[in-house]
């Protein structure tokens, strides 16, 4: 049976900060296991969203872009929620783009099967693995995110953490996570600044219908 279509609930045609030194588009993946109180993007966490956009529109935008861009991204949302995306990843490497993919790690098992597709990887490890349950309301949502980290390093994959500097989160268990981080090998670790949820992110850019 071939993969379900990709659920996209926004996209951006270019941008120069989501791929380290590449200019890029991002996909926004529909749908997140987790309920992260300080998500950027709330409106991508229902499994269906009221702005949905066509993937093959979206191919067909990243088509006509070939050879302007270097780089596409998959983000969210959680795109490995998805069994639509390493078809839309092998679509759209066809058309000659590096592959960057923004995760929580949520589905490790999933991930590892991703890794040979990627060449690019930014990881949010939000917190202590013993202490996730407190940011995404999953039990068992720190043992899969620091399985994916630990998947993402031994792969040999170019790879960024990031940590939201949560004002709930202690700075013990951050200065712990940052020394435990830099012990496991990660040599590239971004603390990103919190916003509250009240402050709107910048909306993606919508395909016109």
């Known amino acids: 049976m071939p993969d379900s279509p990709l659920r996209v609930g926004g996209f951006v045609p270019f941008t120069s900060i989501d791929y380290p030194g590449e200019l890029a588009a991002v996909v926004f993946c529909q749908g997140?296991?987790?309920?992260?109180g300080y998500c950027h993007n709330p409106h991508l966490l229902p499994a269906r969203g009221h702005q949905m956009l066509d993937w093959k529109d979206v191919l067909a935008q990243l088509e006509q872009r070939q050879g302007f861009l270097d780089a596409v991204v998959f983000s969210g949302g959680e795109p490995t929620a998805q069994a639509g995306l390493p078809q839309a990843i092998r679509d759209t490497k066809c058309l000659g783009y590096k592959i960057g993919l923004h995760t929580a790690g949520c589905y490790p098992e999933r991930l590892e099967k991703l890794l040979p597709l990627l060449?690019?990887?930014g990881l949010d490890i939000k917190e202590l693995p013993q202490h996730y349950e407190s940011l995404t309301g999953v039990p068992t949502s720190g043992a899969r995110a620091w399985e994916s980290l630990a998947l993402a390093l031994r792969s040999g994959v170019p790879l960024q953490v990031r940590t939201t500097l949560d004002p709930g989160i202690p700075a013990?268990?951050?200065?712990?996570?940052?020394r435990l981080l830099k012990d496991m090998g990660v040599q590239d670790h971004k603390l990103q600044e919190y916003r509250p949820t009240d402050v709107?992110?910048?909306n993606p850019i919508h395909l016109a219908t």
């Open 200 to 202: 709107p992110a910048p």
């Open 119 to 121: 060449d690019w990887i």
């Open 32 to 36: 997140c296991p987790w309920r992260c």
């Open 172 to 178: 013990q268990h951050i200065s712990r996570l940052c």
